[in-house]
């Protein structure tokens, strides 16, 4: 029985629908069958926690003026400032003065990787998951060049990714999630060999699809406060959303997830957008559903909505780029769109179209069984 310390910016027993959380939490279950885990986290409190071979311990942040003085001096030492939005001066002292007492440091993402002593004698794996150099990069180039977030964008691109070289050259394992990505990554042949690709996983496949010309929901699962989302959402708002609406005046376009306050507010005042915000019961909101939407078009790694989507057998529309990322998927001739007139034409032939439509619900159910975390898991016998 191995002592594992597992460091994660959020608390992956919070309950929030987040990629991040709901991986670390089926990472953190299956660890403890055989080991001690100890999850050191940030929180609203500095505080303890116990259950079974788990405990559960949560910092707290610095007040916002040290949060400031911290983003300052990162960009004076040409550090990424991502890291300082989950930074704990709290976290960093325990992980500091503990850290040796573990067989294992298991961080999830690099935003944890911050917490961990240059000198260490426990094997260090990193859950990197996306390449978050790449996804700012591909921000910078989306924005308008007048938008004074572009400059940042484009530094922070160029910062995180050498912090990511230092991460790859330090961990003994990174997981990643793209077979694609890790081909693309150019590194000796040492560093290479520390990288798996894994994939995210679902618990379990329940198709709720039913295909109905009354149907008329369009959804979209995802944190709304994250900038490729939230861009996602607003783009289909603008450009095809009213077209839908005014073929069918019925039509629905539901946004599950966090979202800020002014968005909120603004979004809900265009006709047919319904802003549902944080749901515990996911199921209860998937009736008369035409579709799920993964339109990013600032996106690594895997987009783990269209799991989502493909779980319940619900038919799904994805960006061009985000379908080329997913591995797997692409040999099974996934729904993905080139340009608005086609991702309009999408939509229309998964409401009207029975054939269609169950044709791509049969896909997502023949695809979803590759992706369950009880296969996904099995790695870590090997790594651990």
């Known amino acids: 029985m191995k002592k594992i310390l597992f460091i994660s910016v959020r608390n992956p027993f919070s309950g929030r629908f987040s990629g991040d959380v709901i991986r670390s939490k089926k990472f953190i279950q299956y660890f403890s069958k055989r080991n001690i885990v100890e999850?050191?986290?940030?929180?609203?409190?500095?505080?303890?926690?116990k259950f079974h071979n788990i405990i559960l311990r949560t910092f707290k942040k610095r007040n916002f003026i040290f949060f400031l003085l911290n983003i300052?001096?990162?960009?004076?030492?040409?550090?990424?400032?991502?890291?300082?939005?989950?930074?704990?001066p709290y976290l960093r002292d325990f992980v500091k003065n503990n850290c040796n007492k573990y067989n294992v440091i298991f961080c999830q993402s690099i935003r944890s990787f911050q917490y961990v002593p240059n000198q260490v004698d426990s094997r260090i794996i990193l859950d990197m998951g996306d390449l978050y150099s790449k996804n700012y990069f591909q921000t910078y180039k989306s924005l308008f060049y007048l938008n004074p977030l572009k400059i940042?964008?484009?530094?922070?691109?160029k910062f995180v990714k050498e912090y990511e070289k230092y991460c790859l050259t330090k961990a003994n394992k990174v997981l990643l999630f793209s077979k694609r990505e890790i081909q693309q990554l150019k590194l000796n042949s040492k560093i290479k060999n520390k990288i798996i690709q894994?994939?995210?996983?679902?618990?379990?496949?329940?198709?709720?699809?039913?295909f109905c010309l009354k149907n008329n929901k369009i959804i979209f699962i995802g944190n709304n406060k994250y900038t490729p989302?939230?861009?996602?959402?607003?783009?289909?708002?603008?450009?095809?959303?009213?077209?839908?609406?005014?073929?069918?005046?019925d039509i629905e376009f539901h946004i599950l997830g966090e979202i800020n306050f002014i968005d909120r507010y603004f979004l809900m005042r265009k006709s047919g957008v319904k802003i549902l915000g944080k749901i515990k019961n996911l199921e209860s909101n998937l009736s008369k559903v035409i579709c799920g939407l993964a339109n990013l078009h600032i996106s690594t790694g895997i987009q783990t909505k269209l799991l989502t989507y493909m779980s319940y057998g619900i038919p799904s529309i994805s960006s061009e780029m985000v379908y080329k990322n997913f591995d797997s998927i692409r040999k099974l001739n996934i729904c993905y769109y080139r340009s608005n007139d086609n991702f309009f034409d999408?939509?229309?032939k998964l409401k009207e179209n029975k054939v269609f439509s169950k044709k791509y619900s049969e896909k997502s159910i023949k695809i979803v069984k590759k992706f369950k975390w009880e296969k996904t898991l099995k790695i870590f016998d090997k790594i651990i």
Do not use: M, W
């Open 72 to 88: 300052l001096f990162s960009f004076l030492k040409f550090q990424p400032i991502h890291l300082c939005f989950f930074f704990s």
């Open 152 to 157: 940042i964008y484009f530094i922070e691109s």
């Open 346 to 348: 999408l939509i229309v």
């Open 39 to 49: 999850i050191a986290c940030l929180g609203e409190n500095n505080k303890i926690t």
């Open 198 to 210: 894994i994939n995210f996983g679902v618990d379990r496949i329940k198709n709720l699809y039913k």
């Open 229 to 249: 989302n939230r861009q996602a959402c607003l783009k289909f708002i603008k450009e095809i959303f009213p077209k839908l609406r005014q073929k069918y005046p």
